[in-house]
């Protein structure tokens, strides 16, 4: 499980983590996030993200 970049903003995605406020449980790899998921910073879509 990478960690991606929203290249944007520069907020990583870290699957270790999660996105708790996103409603994402620690341990979901990116490629699992729902489609509709945004940057939780700027709000850019999954196609914005790059591997870190």
Do not use: H, Q, R
Not at 8 to 19: A, L, R, T, V
Not at 28 to 43: A, N, Q, R, S, Y
């Amino acid at each position: 499980m990478g960690k991606y970049v929203c290249n944007i903003c520069g907020y990583e995605y870290d699957p270790e983590k999660g996105d708790p406020d996103g409603g994402i449980p620690p341990g979901v790899p990116f490629e699992d996030l729902p489609e509709d998921w945004t940057c939780p910073i700027c709000g850019s879509g999954k196609e914005e993200f790059s591997p870190a």
